[in-house]
Nanobody, 139 residues
Framework: RVQLVESGGGSVQAGGSLRLSCAAS????????MAWFRQVPGREREGVAN???????????IYADPVKDRFAISQDNAKRTVYLQMNTLKPEDTAMYYC?????????????????????????????WGQGTQVTVSS
């Protein structure tokens, strides 16, 4: 079982920055995809970014369109921590941010008959979740 604890949320003015942290503990040998999701009350939880923690090559982080070029996800394997650096924050980034962990998925490759490993940005593919950290961006 994996335990995830988020930190780093807070209130900031538009244009500011925050860095979220997600510390993992427990047995995590199969949970080699980690992701950030966010949710606003009354709306669906949406993916923000994810990262592959394993050793297979060719699996790049994925970013949701609204955060591309503003957010960056990174990892510190020694600390078993994943970070989300959020820059140029906008009021629409206001949400509860959740960290999640899950297994890498096998998907069809570009060449018929081949497969690739992917970390999907799909909440239903993640089995472990943190309690969330609130991010509020004021205009």
């Amino acid at each position: 079982r994996v335990q995830l604890v988020e930190s780093g949320g807070g209130s900031v003015q538009a244009g500011g920055s925050l860095r979220l942290s997600c510390a993992a503990s427990g047995s995590a040998t199969s949970s080699n995809c980690m992701a950030w999701f966010r949710q606003v009350p009354g709306r669906e939880r949406e993916g923000v970014a994810n990262i592959y923690l394993g050793t297979a090559g060719g699996i790049d982080p994925i970013y949701a369109d609204p955060v591309k070029d503003r957010f960056a996800i990174s990892q510190d394997n020694a600390k078993r921590t994943v970070y989300l650096q959020m820059n140029t924050l906008k009021p629409e980034d206001t949400a509860m941010y959740y960290c999640a962990a899950g297994p890498v998925q096998v998907a069809p490759g570009m060449v018929a008959g081949t497969t690739i490993l992917v970390c999907p940005l799909d909440q239903f593919r993640y089995e472990y979740w943190g309690q969330g950290t609130q991010v509020t961006v004021s205009s």
